[in-house]
Protein backbone atom coordinates (compact mmCIF):
# COMPACT_ATOMS: atom_id res chain seq x y z
CA UNK A 1 0.00 0.00 0.00
CA UNK A 2 2.48 2.41 0.95
CA UNK A 3 4.57 2.04 -2.20
CA UNK A 4 0.98 2.30 -4.03
CA UNK A 5 0.58 5.66 -2.33
CA UNK A 6 4.05 7.24 -3.00
CA UNK A 7 3.94 5.38 -7.23
CA UNK A 8 0.34 7.93 -7.54
CA UNK A 9 1.79 10.68 -5.98
CA UNK A 10 5.02 10.39 -8.19
CA UNK A 11 2.60 10.58 -10.75
CA UNK A 12 0.47 13.18 -9.83
CA UNK A 13 3.92 15.23 -8.93
CA UNK A 14 4.95 14.10 -12.64
CA UNK A 15 1.68 15.26 -14.35
CA UNK A 16 1.69 18.77 -12.95
CA UNK A 17 5.67 18.85 -14.10
CA UNK A 18 4.23 18.03 -17.74
CA UNK A 19 1.71 20.64 -17.17
CA UNK A 20 3.82 23.32 -16.60
CA UNK A 21 6.16 22.51 -19.06
CA UNK A 22 3.55 22.43 -22.00
CA UNK A 23 2.42 25.87 -20.39
CA UNK A 24 5.54 28.20 -21.41
CA UNK A 25 6.24 28.61 -24.84
CA UNK A 26 8.79 30.97 -26.12
CA UNK A 27 8.58 31.89 -29.79
CA UNK A 28 9.77 34.67 -32.68
CA UNK A 29 7.37 36.18 -34.83
CA UNK A 30 8.45 38.90 -37.62
CA UNK A 31 6.95 41.88 -37.23
CA UNK A 32 7.62 44.89 -39.49
CA UNK A 33 8.19 48.34 -37.73
CA UNK A 34 10.68 51.34 -37.77
CA UNK A 35 11.87 52.50 -34.65
CA UNK A 36 12.05 52.48 -30.87
CA UNK A 37 8.48 53.94 -30.45
CA UNK A 38 7.53 51.07 -32.67
CA UNK A 39 9.27 48.78 -30.12
CA UNK A 40 7.52 50.58 -27.65
CA UNK A 41 3.91 49.93 -29.19
CA UNK A 42 5.11 46.25 -30.43
CA UNK A 43 5.86 45.10 -27.17
CA UNK A 44 3.27 47.04 -24.78
CA UNK A 45 0.44 45.58 -27.27
CA UNK A 46 2.34 41.76 -27.38
CA UNK A 47 1.63 42.00 -23.31
CA UNK A 48 -1.51 43.17 -23.65
CA UNK A 49 -2.50 40.50 -25.05
CA UNK A 50 -1.05 38.41 -22.63
CA UNK A 51 2.51 37.60 -23.31
CA UNK A 52 4.68 37.51 -20.19
CA UNK A 53 7.47 38.87 -21.78
CA UNK A 54 7.70 40.46 -25.33
CA UNK A 55 11.00 42.02 -27.08
CA UNK A 56 11.01 43.46 -30.44
CA UNK A 57 14.16 43.85 -32.24
CA UNK A 58 14.27 47.05 -34.62
CA UNK A 59 17.15 45.41 -36.41
CA UNK A 60 16.37 42.33 -37.46
CA UNK A 61 12.47 43.12 -37.33
CA UNK A 62 11.72 39.73 -34.65
CA UNK A 63 9.03 40.04 -31.91
CA UNK A 64 10.68 37.31 -29.28
CA UNK A 65 7.55 36.34 -26.79
CA UNK A 66 6.47 34.42 -24.07
CA UNK A 67 3.58 33.31 -22.84
CA UNK A 68 1.57 31.16 -20.82
CA UNK A 69 -0.02 28.24 -23.68
CA UNK A 70 -3.23 28.10 -21.48
CA UNK A 71 -3.75 31.79 -20.93
CA UNK A 72 -3.12 32.82 -24.81
CA UNK A 73 -1.53 32.37 -28.10
CA UNK A 74 0.40 33.46 -30.95
CA UNK A 75 -2.53 34.00 -33.14
CA UNK A 76 -4.32 36.21 -30.36
CA UNK A 77 -0.73 38.04 -29.77
CA UNK A 78 -0.16 38.40 -33.60
CA UNK A 79 -4.03 40.09 -33.59
CA UNK A 80 -2.74 42.80 -30.60
CA UNK A 81 0.13 43.31 -32.63
CA UNK A 82 -1.88 44.21 -35.69
CA UNK A 83 -4.58 46.33 -34.32
CA UNK A 84 -1.72 48.42 -32.65
CA UNK A 85 -0.99 49.06 -36.89
CA UNK A 86 1.80 46.99 -37.70
CA UNK A 87 2.19 43.94 -40.33
CA UNK A 88 3.07 40.66 -38.40
CA UNK A 89 4.03 37.31 -40.08
CA UNK A 90 0.71 35.88 -40.14
CA UNK A 91 -1.70 38.53 -39.71
CA UNK A 92 -2.17 42.15 -41.05
CA UNK A 93 -3.17 45.42 -39.49
CA UNK A 94 -5.73 47.32 -41.33
CA UNK A 95 -5.47 50.63 -43.62
CA UNK A 96 -7.22 52.45 -40.44
CA UNK A 97 -4.57 51.43 -37.76
CA UNK A 98 -1.90 51.61 -40.09
CA UNK A 99 -2.29 55.25 -41.15
CA UNK A 100 -3.01 56.25 -36.92
CA UNK A 101 0.71 55.25 -36.20
CA UNK A 102 3.13 58.30 -35.70
CA UNK A 103 4.67 59.04 -39.14
CA UNK A 104 8.07 57.85 -38.50
CA UNK A 105 6.34 54.74 -37.42
CA UNK A 106 4.73 54.20 -40.81
CA UNK A 107 7.15 51.67 -41.85
CA UNK A 108 7.33 50.32 -45.53
CA UNK A 109 4.24 48.16 -46.47
CA UNK A 110 5.65 47.11 -49.84
CA UNK A 111 5.83 43.61 -50.88
CA UNK A 112 9.36 43.89 -51.49
CA UNK A 113 10.20 45.29 -47.51
CA UNK A 114 7.40 42.92 -46.09
CA UNK A 115 9.24 39.83 -47.58
CA UNK A 116 12.96 41.13 -45.98
CA UNK A 117 11.27 41.87 -42.66
CA UNK A 118 9.80 37.73 -42.50
CA UNK A 119 6.30 39.29 -43.14
CA UNK A 120 3.95 38.04 -45.65
CA UNK A 121 3.22 40.64 -47.96
CA UNK A 122 -0.51 41.87 -47.51
CA UNK A 123 -1.67 40.73 -50.64
CA UNK A 124 -1.00 37.53 -49.97
CA UNK A 125 -2.52 37.67 -46.53
CA UNK A 126 -6.05 35.10 -45.88
CA UNK A 127 -8.17 38.68 -44.86
CA UNK A 128 -7.55 40.51 -47.49
CA UNK A 129 -9.14 39.33 -50.24
CA UNK A 130 -11.78 38.39 -47.91
CA UNK A 131 -14.68 41.04 -48.82
CA UNK A 132 -18.42 40.64 -46.89
CA UNK A 133 -17.21 36.86 -46.43
CA UNK A 134 -16.53 35.65 -49.99
CA UNK A 135 -13.32 35.55 -51.32
CA UNK A 136 -12.61 37.87 -54.51
CA UNK A 137 -9.46 36.05 -55.46
CA UNK A 138 -10.39 34.38 -58.68
CA UNK A 139 -10.70 30.76 -58.31
CA UNK A 140 -10.99 30.76 -54.52
CA UNK A 141 -14.46 29.85 -54.94
CA UNK A 142 -15.20 32.31 -51.91
CA UNK A 143 -13.76 29.97 -49.21
CA UNK A 144 -9.73 29.88 -48.81
CA UNK A 145 -8.67 33.46 -47.46
CA UNK A 146 -11.74 33.53 -45.70
CA UNK A 147 -11.09 31.06 -43.04
CA UNK A 148 -9.53 32.66 -39.99
CA UNK A 149 -6.78 30.67 -38.79
CU1 LIG B 1 8.21 53.69 -35.00
Redesign the pocket.
Known amino acids: MKTLKIVSLLSLFMSFAAVSIAQTKTESIPVS??????KSNIEKAAKKAGATTASWNKDSKVLTIKYNSSTTNTAKIQQSVADAGYDTRDIKTTDAAYNKL?A??QYDRSPEAASAAGVKPAEDSKMDCCKDGKCSKPGHNGKDCCKKS
Open positions: GNCNMCHCC
